[in-house]
Nanobody, 115 residues
Framework: VQLQAFGGGLVQAGGSLRLSCAAA????????LGWYRQSPVTQRTFVAS???????NYADSMKGRFTVSRDDAKNMVYLQMDSLKPEDTAVYYC??????????WGRGTLVTVSS
């Protein structure tokens, strides 16, 4: 499975940004699509994911601010980020989890939130 994320950039605190990720290859093996993030001071941490059928899961600090969605017809997963905070600054990685438990990663996209 190949993943390509895009949509990062610079935004002011309180603003919004939408990340997109295109999946290709053996997409039919994918169960969950989602996002992780990593900053210079944190390890890569879970942000949100959505499984086939649409059930979404979020890290506690993102609930109510971030919305993850997927379009299986287009093999896309999205992350709508609202009410952004400076601490949301990180490189965001698209992730695919296949039914056999394998993880696939895209190249990250940088999100910078200025105060």
């Amino acid at each position: 499975v190949q993943l390509q994320a895009f949509g990062g950039g610079l935004v002011q605190a309180g603003g919004s940004l939408r990340l997109s990720c295109a999946a290709a290859g053996r997409v039919y093996t994918v169960d969950a699509l989602g996002w992780y993030r990593q900053s210079p001071v944190t390890q890569r941490t879970f942000v949100a994911s959505v499984i086939t059928g649409g059930f979404a899961n979020y890290a506690d600090s993102m609930k109510g601010r971030f919305t993850v969605s997927r379009d299986d017809a287009k093999n896309m997963v999205y992350l709508q980020m609202d009410s952004l905070k400076p601490e949301d600054t990180a490189v965001y990685y698209c992730n695919a989890l296949t039914r056999d438990g394998s993880h696939y990663w895209g190249r990250g996209t940088l999100v910078t939130v200025s105060s």
